[in-house]
């Protein structure tokens, strides 16, 4: 037990001890064999109703269970002697009788260690229940909307004592005890009270504070003894220990009305995705720390014009190779660079940037680690016990049940602490598509229908209305954002008033079918484009089914797929320019945008989420050129509300020309509210076209916004600078101009007032 050492005065302690009081027959204190037996093994369901202080006739009787101690002595409040435990039949169990005193009584324990030591500490078994009844009752319905701010670890004052409570959720536990080296991690020392109303179990333990290991020792329903780290736990150990850390709640952030404006539907987004371990390292290879990426990473990301951060998981995970995606723990930011004072700084310093900061958010699944949420009390307590519907096979994890309202709320109040805690602007859902439905990558008999006989998980689809709402009802500025890759309809459509119909409430959804069918077209030879032509245009048939983000992940840059600029096909100098012209269709096309981290420079390896980005390519022009267009196509965008205003909105785009296959050609108007446009013309051939004509919808002079094509982007220089409009017919408008279409690039065109 950890406490005020002390030294030098025990002798005559103890000798004032046994003679200031006169005792109560210590009979009166002891337990009964069963009892005294169940306290040793730490298998007594109800520890608090024996140790501690206790009224009885005449007085009040103390116990302590200290394995290890040679001498307990109870000390009152202002330090005077009450009178010396003795062990009950030379147990580590220490009891003993005050006559003529009462209910509450403060008193403090002096003890001598078989190794020598001395410890003065406030006993943890004099402190009543600490959940209050109205957080019980929402504990207990799996309605609590902040749950994180009683269970988990919390640095606290108790009657004036300093320490920490602790409280965990094991409904189906025999016992659980809080460990760490406060108590030599003995399960005898502080057993914990059962909460049985809720399920969950909690201790005050005096004297200590932030920075503590602890973990938590659950005798489960089972008969076995596990040790767990904390669901709730604000800080881990880095891997690969495994102990939680007592960490203080950080600060709740008001609501902020102008991030809410910055992740509007119709507001330019622009959004850098980014694995914190790999973006940047030290000289010596290792990571840079929260605050390190706070002065790096955010001015770079401002520098390019994008508009938000989305940051690969930054929960606690114990394997590197998972990126974040199987985590232990969900209210902890990574222990690899930093504390959670030291992440808040990252996000404070992104917020005043101008930068959003968007979270990969993992409640799909998690992995089977000891110390983790697996069998938690013994019994299948946070996933699903039929393995037809707990366990990924694809991933070798667990699948939450979503079905229990106590797993419901623990992943749902995490949506909300990242937003309240950290000011994250939002959250991008992982692997949505494998929560919707129960067969998901299973054979026929490897799954379980549902109620009504469908391959619809209405469970996960409850619970991601309900988190959705929680979330938007809770923090109105915060977007969530779901990757979902099936043609499950209303993703980002409102669910209903009752939340059982309706969509699934998110803000947003990436567009995986845009995704991979422009990198399929891309990768083909420009000579047989013109057979797959609508390929190239089939997105704009569901362009506004769903309010889409257009990503360029890093799912397209691992696992042998090769880099972006890989893909492309042609000598060195087409793939250059068909990634320029990649990137200049995605800015023009509706939708907000997505790039992952280093296709900005565009490098000619896969992402290696063990190394740096290579940095040293930006020495070369073509790979400095790929940057300035990313940064340009930012400008342009957010200069221009005719390229966002109206990405979710049929309003917003118009076909000037899209079936025109024998040249692989395109040409649309972007539209803002006020009718104010942008004319794109994309060519997906290396063919440069002079005299090319396209219709325009106005008469005047157009300047030319950006061309991917321009020789500062490491382009063959085919621009055009300011063009008139004719009053020549063409492709459907009264007007029309003539142009040099540049060979695999998009030029984009502003009318000039």
Not at 220 to 232: H, M, Q, S, T
Not at 353 to 364: E, M, N
Not at 715 to 731: C, D, I, K, R, Y
């Amino acid at each position: 037990m950890r406490g005020e050492k002390q030294t030098g005065r025990a002798a005559t302690r103890k000798s004032v001890v046994a003679n200031s009081l006169q005792a109560m027959n210590p009979d009166l204190a002891r337990v009964a064999p069963e009892s005294l037996q169940s306290l040793l093994q730490a298998s007594h369901p109800d520890p608090f109703a024996l140790l501690g202080a206790h009224a009885v006739a005449g007085g009040v009787v103390l116990r302590a269970l200290l394995p290890g101690a040679r001498q307990v002595v109870a000390l009152d409040h202002d330090g005077k002697m009450l009178l010396e435990l003795q062990p009950q039949d030379g147990s580590p169990l220490f009891v003993g009788a005050l006559p003529a005193r009462a209910l509450p009584l403060r008193y403090h324990l002096h003890v001598h260690w078989d190794d020598g030591g001395e410890t003065h500490f406030d006993d943890a078994y004099r402190f009543g229940a600490l959940i209050e009844d109205l957080d019980v009752w929402l504990l207990a319905e799996g309605s609590h909307h902040r749950p994180y701010e009683w269970l988990g670890a919390h640095p606290v004052t108790v009657d004036g004592v300093a320490g920490t409570r602790f409280a965990v959720w094991a409904p189906n536990a025999r016992r659980v005890s809080v460990v760490g080296g406060f108590n030599a991690w003995d399960g005898r020392r502080h057993m914990m009270r059962h909460r049985r109303e809720c399920g969950v179990w909690e201790i005050f333990v005096p004297g200590i504070g932030e920075g503590e290991l602890y973990k938590y020792e659950v005798l489960g329903a089972d008969g076995v003894v596990r040790l767990k780290a904390d669901p709730f736990a604000f800080r881990a150990e880095l891997r690969p220990h495994t102990a939680s850390v007592v960490q203080r709640l950080l600060p709740g952030l008001a609501i902020d009305e102008s991030r809410r404006r910055v992740n509007a539907l119709d507001a330019p987004i622009s959004i850098y995705e980014v694995h914190l371990g790999s973006w940047q390292r030290k000289e010596d290879g290792g990571w840079l720390s929260y605050r390190e990426l706070a002065e790096r990473l955010v001015p770079y990301a401002v520098e390019l014009g994008f508009t938000h951060l989305e940051l690969m998981p930054v929960h606690e995970h114990p394997f590197d190779g998972s990126w974040g995606y199987q985590p232990t723990g969900l209210y902890a930011p990574s222990a690899r660079f930093g504390t959670p004072e030291d992440f808040r700084a990252f996000t404070d310093a992104a917020r005043a940037a101008g930068l959003g900061v968007i979270l990969d958010w993992v409640p799909a699944h998690f992995p089977s680690d000891a110390h983790g949420l697996a069998e938690f009390d013994g019994t299948h307590l946070y996933e699903h016990a039929d393995p037809r519907e707990g366990f990924h096979q694809d991933w070798n994890t667990l699948i939450y049940n979503y079905g229990r309202a106590e797993v419901r709320n623990y992943l749902a109040s995490n949506a909300l602490y990242w937003i309240e805690r950290f000011g994250a602007d939002g959250l991008r859902v992982d692997a949505v598509a494998s929560m919707l439905y129960r067969d998901y990558s299973r054979k026929a008999g490897e799954w379980v229908p549902n109620r009504f006989g469908g391959r619809e998980n209405l469970e996960a689809i409850d619970f991601l209305r309900r988190m959705n709402h929680l979330v938007g009802t809770q923090r109105p500025e915060a977007i969530t954002l779901a990757e979902e890759s099936t043609a499950f309809p209303g993703v980002s459509r409102p669910p209903s008033p009752d939340l059982q119909g309706g969509g699934l409430g998110f803000h947003y959804k990436w567009n995986m079918g845009w995704m991979n069918d422009l990198l399929a077209y891309l990768a083909r030879d420009p000579v047989h484009r013109r057979h797959h032509h609508d390929q190239l245009r089939f997105s704009l048939v569901y362009a506004f089914s769903e309010n889409f983000v257009l990503p360029l992940s890093h799912d397209e840059v691992v696992h042998g797929k090769g880099s972006l600029l890989a893909k492309m096909p042609g000598d060195d100098w087409q793939k250059f320019a068909n990634l320029r012209l990649l990137y200049g269709y995605m800015w023009a096309h509706p939708g907000k945008k997505l790039l992952f981290m280093g296709c900005e420079f565009a490098p000619w390896a896969e992402w290696n989420a063990d190394a740096s980005l290579p940095w040293t390519l930006l020495g070369q022009p073509a790979h400095a050129g790929m940057q300035r267009l990313v940064r340009d196509l930012n400008r342009v965008l957010r200069s221009h509300p005719a390229l966002y205003e109206l990405d979710t909105a049929s309003a917003g785009f118009r076909w000037i020309s899209h079936d025109d296959a024998a040249h692989s050609v395109l040409v649309f108007e972007r539209r803002a509210r006020d009718g104010r446009g942008v004319v794109v013309a994309c060519n997906f051939t290396p063919v440069a076209r002079e005299g090319w004509r396209i219709g325009v919808p106005a008469a005047g002079t157009w300047r030319e916004l950006i061309n991917t094509d321009d020789a500062v982007y490491g382009g063959s220089g085919v621009t055009n600078g300011t063009l008139p409009a004719e009053s020549v017919p063409w492709q459907g408008e009264a007007q029309s101009m003539v142009l040099r279409l540049p060979p695999l690039g998009v030029a984009m065109f502003v009318h000039e007032d």
